[in-house]
């Protein structure tokens, strides 16, 4: 129940933000349109809007509720994808073709901000499909593994006392059983490859 009810709050948080933050947006837009206000001042407020609008688009995947039959086309994780790597650090290639549970694709969500926090300089993820497994590759020239948050997600029943940042860490092992997935990883280095 308490798992249920940290999703449902995911997801209500994430509903409830996307609409003013999408109004802002386009008040920002109406400014430009007019003329009325231009300047770094207004590229500032515009691409903080649409930084934070890609957020909670992965956030309300990763974090929300998603129930097995519901599905999520390939367009519209290109689409919350590349909106999030605009700017950043990180490069998506999702490989994965056609559409895909929405379950599968909140663990695969879930995952990336794991390796996230393993590539502080950047780096490249690929998200690919090898029959039923998902097969997710990150590179980067210096990884940073936290093991304690990385073991128990192989490690289930571990006692750990996760931090705010590693919340993707204490939710992916029960969000991964109740998608009767199992997880593999296999880190070196320069790569983490995680199979489920």
Request: glycine fraction near 8%; hydrophobic fraction near 40%; charge should be negative.
């Amino acid at each position: 129940m308490q798992d249920r009810l940290a999703t449902l709050v995911g997801s209500r948080i994430c509903h409830d933000l996307i609409s003013p933050i999408g109004a802002i947006g386009n008040g920002v837009e109406l400014l430009e349109l007019t003329g009325a206000s231009s300047g770094s001042e207004l590229s500032l407020i515009s691409e903080s809007v649409q930084n934070a609008n890609a957020r909670i688009r992965f956030f309300r995947i990763a974090f929300g509720a998603a129930y097995g039959d519901q599905i999520i086309s390939r367009k519209d994780v290109l689409s919350i994808l590349t909106a999030n790597a605009r700017g950043g650090r990180l490069t998506y290639y999702w490989q994965a073709e056609g559409e895909h549970r929405r379950d599968e694709v909140r663990i695969a969500f879930l995952l990336l901000l794991c390796f996230e926090t393993a590539m502080p300089t950047g780096g490249e993820v690929t998200v690919q499909r090898d029959g039923e497994d998902w097969v997710m590759t990150a590179v980067s020239d210096r990884l940073k593994i936290d093991e304690e948050p990385w073991n128990g997600l192989t490690h289930m029943g571990s006692s750990i006392d996760y931090s705010a940042s590693h919340v993707q860490f204490a939710m992916l092992p029960t969000v991964m059983a109740g998608s009767h997935r199992k997880l593999r990883t296999d880190i070196s280095a320069t790569q983490i490859v995680a199979r489920f």
